[in-house]
């Protein structure tokens, strides 16, 4: 672990307000970039340590089923021994794990670098809420939230572009080798201004949940990205997929009868942290297959370069970062249930109009639509990140980051999936190579799977999640108003 000359935290209370989110935003930038900047670096590596870019893409499978595996712990860990110390450590394991793959001069070298990388990243980003929840006034959950949620959706935009610039230029080592200096700057941050959370006491660890739901998890993220970068034999992936099914169906038969288990599924009686997972799941679903489709059909359906299509998608980055000004206020004015219905409507929408799109589309169309595209994104994963924690007691924080965080793993390897599902199904009706109305399908099919997000919000009650969006339904205001009267006379 790093020290620094000013270890120890900030008890200025409004330094504490700034800097909190804006620390944990840059880490979880860190691990979001560096998760998609190999990608356009595949070939690069893969020449210098002697394999092929189809056999490192074993690589991106281990970094994403570390996270699996390792997800569901972090909240016990963060209760067991405090979730500061715990996010710092995994700062400091992910650096590591960066270094490895800089020095790795095999296959097997890399993948396990990489592998330990997913250990660090597995506590950074629920051990971030965590510490969030727990440092920040329920009124200013969602402003700090939004700090949370631009970098999981910058970092993927940034990161394709970033590597190629690096791979170019210099060696694909910067690539991990950049990770050292912000990580150490990371882990001296955190000690001097995140504060000592009160430790909440952890039970035993639930040994068998723990099994089980490594396994559920990492067999479902393995086997979706095995079928969808087929770096592996497609069977084996499907073999693994069903092995981590049949884990969570015994995961959930052993969760209702532990006494502590894991990831406590009693926490979906809520109808707004059930909302907020299943709905932003649905949600991330359809959104994370565009990242996949949008860039494929700038380059094969427009002929665009790497690099026009990295300029036109990073509209969506700018639209993200836009949007952190204006959460707070959107949620206080209309709550979460209308901000969240509207938000996927939107996105929906946005989506379907990507599949418009032809090389004849003018590029300010195109960058405005990326533009609100990244808006409306970004507002709903503010929100639905907020919403997890608005009617949890924050001494079930950990296990409802938790639960949120291997959700959302799964989730994104199913977004992923299902647009490369849907091009190889155009491919194969086509008999031929794919073509913009392929696309425009896949974007129709991928719009309407983001607008069904928008059922289990309509199921919950319009004051849910008050307390954090500030948000006071008008007759509920007005019944007040009226009991206030009363009183008086």
Excluded at 177 to 194: E, H, Q, T
Excluded at 336 to 347: D, E, K, N, P, Y
């Amino acid at each position: 672990m790093a020290h620094c000359q000013f270890e120890g935290p900030s008890t200025d209370p409004a330094a504490l307000q700034r800097t909190v989110p804006l620390i944990l935003a840059v880490a979880l930038f860190m691990e979001n970039m560096d998760s998609t900047v190999i990608a356009t670096s595949l070939p690069a590596i893969a020449a210098d340590i002697g394999t092929s870019p189809i056999a490192l893409k074993l690589a991106l499978t281990a970094y994403l089923v570390s996270l699996a595996v390792f997800i569901p712990i972090s909240g016990w860990m963060g209760d067991r021994f405090g979730a500061k110390r715990v996010f710092r450590a995994a700062i400091g394991v992910f650096v590591i794990g960066s270094v490895a793959c800089a020095m790795s001069g095999s296959l097997g070298a890399f993948v396990a670098a990489r592998a330990l990388q997913g250990l660090g990243g597995a506590m950074m980003t629920p051990l971030a809420r965590l510490v969030l929840v727990r440092a920040t006034p329920r009124g200013d959950l969602v402003s700090a939230m939004a700090w949370l949620t631009v970098p999981g959706l910058v970092g993927p935009l940034v990161g394709p572009p970033v590597g190629g610039f690096i791979t170019t230029f210099f060696t694909w080592h910067w690539i991990f080798l950049i990770n050292v200096p912000i990580g150490l700057a990371g882990i001296c941050l955190a000690g001097r201004f995140l504060p000592d959370v009160e430790l909440s006491g952890a039970p035993p660890l639930d040994v068998p949940g723990f099994i089980l739901s490594g396994l559920a998890a990492s067999g479902v993220v393995f086997g979706l990205s095995v079928v969808s970068l087929p770096a592996l034999p497609p069977i084996i992936g499907v073999a693994t997929l069903i092995v981590g099914l049949v884990a969570g169906a015994l995961y959930w038969r052993h969760s209702r009868r532990a006494s502590h288990p894991i990831l406590d599924l009693r926490l979906f009686a809520s109808k707004g942290f059930s909302a907020a997972v299943v709905g932003g799941s649905l949600f991330r679903i359809g959104n994370g297959a565009v990242p996949f489709l949008l860039p494929l059909m700038f380059q094969l359906g427009f002929g665009m370069t790497p690099f026009q299509s990295g300029m036109l998608t990073f509209a969506s980055a700018l639209g993200a970062i836009g949007m952190k000004f204006l959460a707070k206020s959107m949620l206080r004015i209309a709550g979460f249930r209308t901000v969240l219905i509207g938000g996927a409507i939107a996105s929906a929408l946005s989506i379907a109009v990507n599949g418009l799109f032809t090389p004849q589309t003018p590029a300010l169309a195109i960058i405005a639509t990326l533009f609100l595209a990244g808006f409306v994104r970004s507002l709903f994963f503010t929100s639905s990140n907020a919403l997890v924690f608005a009617d949890v007691d924050d001494l079930k924080a950990s296990q409802a980051t938790a639960i949120a965080s291997v959700a959302q793993q799964i989730t994104v390897a199913i977004g992923v999936a299902v647009g490369g599902g849907l091009l190889e199904v155009q491919s194969h009706l086509s008999g031929g190579a794919l073509t913009l109305s392929d696309f425009s399908t896949a974007f129709m099919i991928v719009a309407a799977i983001t607008a069904v997000a928008i059922v289990p919000f309509m199921m919950m009650p319009a004051d849910a999640g008050g307390t954090v969006s500030g948000h006071r339904p008008r007759r509920a205001g007005a019944a007040k108003m009226e009991e206030e009267a009363r009183v008086e006379q």
